[in-house]
């Protein structure tokens, strides 16, 4: 058995339950458990260090804010008709990668995963009911909670990577 695999299994675990309990009670309006688990697993993905805290955060909100953009812009101009979505889709996608060349926002499926959660989020919420919060100023707004579920998830799973180091030495 890897003493370093089971340091970390127990860490992720004990702080995984830690995680669903904040966002199930105290922070249930600002932090989504499933955006938490997909930003825990990409700081891993990205180094799991200082560098990677910063990747992922960034970068995971750059995505986050391009796919409010999207919805701000398809809702105010039409350019296309019945192409309207696909067309700020096509614009809002290209500046996603394109913006990726910027060291911050540097790495890419970090990017589209926080545009992807935040467009999944929107979309399913109950008759569009989020679109008009996207331009919203509020903790409300889905760009916002997106963000700071990655944050925290982030976070997590930096604090899970700590926990996991100590107890494997």
């Keep these: 058995m890897n003493k370093q695999h ?7 675990g004990i702080l995984g339950g830690v995680s669903v309990f904040l966002a199930s009670n105290i922070l249930s309006s600002v932090y989504l458990i499933w ?3 997909i930003a825990w697993g990409l700081f891993f993905k990205n180094g799991g260090d200082n560098d990677a805290l910063k990747m ?10 391009l796919a409010g953009l999207f919805f701000a812009l398809s809702s105010a101009i039409n350019i296309g008709g019945d192409l309207n979505a696909p067309i700020w889709i096509a614009i809002t996608v290209f500046a996603l990668i394109f913006g990726t060349q910027i060291p911050l926002f540097g790495c890419a499926p970090t990017a589209v995963c926080g545009y992807a959660a ?3 989020y929107i979309i399913h919420a109950a008759d569009g009911a989020m679109i008009p919060m996207v331009t919203t100023a509020a903790l409300t707004n889905p760009v916002v ?5 990655i944050i925290i998830g982030t976070i ?7 926990v996991a180091a100590s ?3």
């Design 35 to 37: 955006v938490g688990f």
């Design 118 to 120: 935040t467009a999944g």
């Design 167 to 169: 107890m494997g030495s």
């Design 156 to 162: 997590f799973g930096m604090i899970s990577g700590k």
């Design 56 to 65: 992922t955060i960034t970068a995971g909100i750059y995505g986050a804010v």
């Design 145 to 149: 909670t997106i963000s700071l579920s």
């Design 6 to 12: 089971l340091a970390l299994s127990l860490s992720v």
